[in-house]
């Protein structure tokens, strides 16, 4: 009847529309499930059998918009296709028109995009794959890809168990049967994915996807697209990677990623993903993920100024100390000291953060960091403990530009977007609205940004220091390198770049710094210089200086005696402890999962949690971060 054989028809029926051969065209329960969904303005839900789709995809004159009209009229043509076409006239149009992703409509374009193989050579379970990509066309094209493929198998096996019940294949067979992970993509003819190309395609139909644009409806409908991207800025980075870091000076599995954003449009201008595209479709800005390390202090400063403590306010930044049983210490085995909530930014002392996330309570950072552009859920609750501004959490690059664009766009916070316009054939732009949020003060972010430009004017980020134009950002090293962080801004860019092993090993690049004010700041001072020609110099707000000035340091007077004992002692066993630290952070911190890499302190710190909640590169560890800069 196909091609492909038996399995591939049954593979289809059993993903879409196993009553195909015995009952009608029309689903009246799924449509008016799709309608009700339409009337109600409810995401539409799937309701369609085979034949209606085919009947949408077939016909011209019918639309795919979502309204009761397009529904009505795709139940009138579907009934009568229904009484006037046989099942295997409806099959066969149907498996030459659906769409399948990868920019391939029919059955033997989906087999040779993913396959690189004639339909005819199809496995049972390579059919069951492309049966189960029809209702998410765009990750099953990236199952080659993924960090992880679970919920993509989920859908597969699902097919897989229908096959079994309509006897398409036993269950033995089904046993032995393996998710069929597809080849590499193949630009498509005149599609040119080179370079950074690729990567922009990338983030550009992710993004589609999400706001409800399939692939499908955007092929079909021609919509004009219109990214943020900025080309220079875009070369600029590429630029600026390969001549900093040679590709092939880096080592296998180590990932470097960076991203641009305008803190007052949220638009992504610019990002490395990676250095080319056709080698490694891995995005390692928007998919790689790593522990923040101390570039994650930043969010405890601002709780703090947010419940109306003052920059002056002063901790206790002396170490080492025992933190729930384990030593934690300065980078570098700094002694440190009594000092304000400035110094201790500006040194990137630990100590000194951990006894300010005690005193701000864990949970209110979390929402700080939420707010100011980290992800929901992606700080689980494990990971509310006192080394927490250590940075365990692990983040994105995108994620760090968003989050310190808000305190460039003086506490206002823009989602994050590389898509700027979806205009149909009429011109009509049908992007919905970016959206935004007051995440801080402008008295609170203004405040960051001092404490943060004393951090590149005078402290572990000189290296970024830019000569024209004002500078603020954190440095960041996690335990055993890592991971490592340079997050900075100017009035009118924010940008990230992480450095970090995919797997959580220590690594090293023959002639680099492994350390926030290292390989990262050198690489955003080279970049940013370049992306900052054409902007004229523009200025942070003044310091606000308000709230309460607080002292929760001891009196050094009479308490420090009392301290003296307890830490004299274990002097003795910092020397050890110095060998990591190259130049200013020597960490020790432990990556989380997924989205992984924390601080960059010195000693040990409690195990943090391992797993990051963001979106999926790192793995879980369990080593302690030490923050150096």
């Known amino acids: ?123 049972p379970e390579e059919a069951a794959f492309l049966a189960a990509a029809i209702q998410q066309p765009h990750p099953f094209g990236e199952a080659d890809v993924l960090d992880s493929t679970e919920p993509l198998e989920r859908r597969w096996q699902y097919v897989i168990d229908g096959m079994v019940t309509t006897g398409a294949i036993t269950e033995d067979e089904a046993a032995e049967m393996e998710f069929p992970v597809p080849e590499a993509e193949r630009p498509a003819d005149g599609t040119d994915v080179s370079g950074y190309k690729g990567y922009m395609l990338q983030e550009a139909m992710n993004e589609l996807e999400r706001l409800g644009f399939t692939e499908d409806m955007v092929q079909r409908h021609g ?132 006894e300010l996330a005690g005193e701000v309570g864990y949970e209110n950072i979390r929402d700080t960091a939420y707010a100011s552009g980290f992800p929901e859920g992606s700080i689980d609750d494990n990971q509310l403990v006192p080394v927490m501004p250590l940075g365990a959490v692990s983040v994105r690059p995108v994620d760090q530009a968003s989050g310190f664009g808000t305190f460039a766009n003086e506490g206002v916070h823009v989602e994050p977007h590389v898509i700027r316009e979806i205009n149909n054939t009429e011109g009509e732009n049908e992007r919905p609205e970016v959206e935004s949020n007051r995440a801080l003060e402008e008295s609170t972010a203004a405040d960051v940004t001092h404490a943060l430009e004393q951090a590149v004017n005078g402290g572990t980020g000189t290296a970024a220091r830019l000569a024209e134009h004002p500078t603020a950002g954190k440095t960041g090293t996690t335990d055993g390198s890592v991971a490592a962080w340079f997050v900075g801004y100017t009035p009118q860019l924010s940008t990230a770049v992480g450095v970090y092993s995919g797997d959580n090993e220590s690594f090293s690049i023959p002639g680099h710094n492994i350390s926030g004010g290292g390989l990262p700041a050198t ?49 003795p066993q910092e020397p050890p402890e110095e060998e990591p630290p190259p130049e200013e952070e020597p960490p020790e911190e432990e990556p989380p999962p997924e989205f992984p890499p924390p601080g960059e302190d010195d000693p040990e710190i409690p195990d943090p949690p391992e797993e990051p909640g963001i979106p999926e590169d790192p793995e879980p560890g369990d080593q302690m971060a030490r923050s150096e800069d």
């Open 1 to 123: 009847m196909t091609a492909g054989g038996d399995h591939v028809v049954e593979a289809m029926i059993s993903a879409e529309d196993r009553g195909f051969w015995s009952e009608p065209g029309v689903s009246v329960s799924g449509t008016a499930r799709a309608v009700w969904s339409t009337v109600t303005g409810q995401q539409v839900q799937g309701g369609s059998t085979i034949t209606q789709q085919m009947v949408r995809n077939y016909y011209e004159g019918v639309s795919r918009e979502q309204s009761v009209g397009r529904k009505i009229q795709e139940i009138i043509i579907s009934i009568k296709v229904d009484q006037d076409e046989s099942k295997e006239w409806v099959m066969e149009q149907y498996l030459n028109t659906i769409y399948f992703g990868r920019q391939a409509y029919g059955i033997q374009a989906a087999a040779e995009s993913y396959y690189h193989k004639d339909v005819d050579e199809l496995t």
């Open 223 to 354: 919509y004009e697209i219109v990214t943020t991207f900025d080309e220079d800025m875009m070369e600029a980075a590429h630029d600026a990677v390969e001549e900093t870091v040679p590709h092939d000076s880096v080592p296998e599995g180590v990932n470097l990623g960076m991203t641009t954003i305008d803190p007052e449009t949220g638009e992504v201008v610019a990002f490395y993903g990676g250095d080319d595209y056709l080698e490694n479709q891995y995005d390692t800005s928007f998919h790689g993920a790593a522990q923040a390390g101390s570039a994650f202090k930043p969010y405890v400063l601002a709780t703090a100024l947010e419940e109306g403590y003052s920059l002056d306010s002063r901790v206790d930044g002396r170490g080492p100390r025992d933190v729930q049983g384990s030593r934690v210490q300065n980078a570098g085995n700094d002694p440190g000291g009594v000092m304000s909530l400035t110094q201790a930014t500006q040194e990137s002392n630990n100590l000194g953060f951990v």
């Open 523 to 571: 690489l955003w001072n080279n970049y940013m210089s370049r992306a900052m020609e054409g902007y004229e110099r523009g200025e942070f707000p003044p310091p606000a200086n308000e709230g309460t000035t607080e002292n929760w340091a001891p009196d050094t007077a009479t308490q420090e005696p009392e301290e003296q004992p307890e830490e004299e002692p274990q002097e």
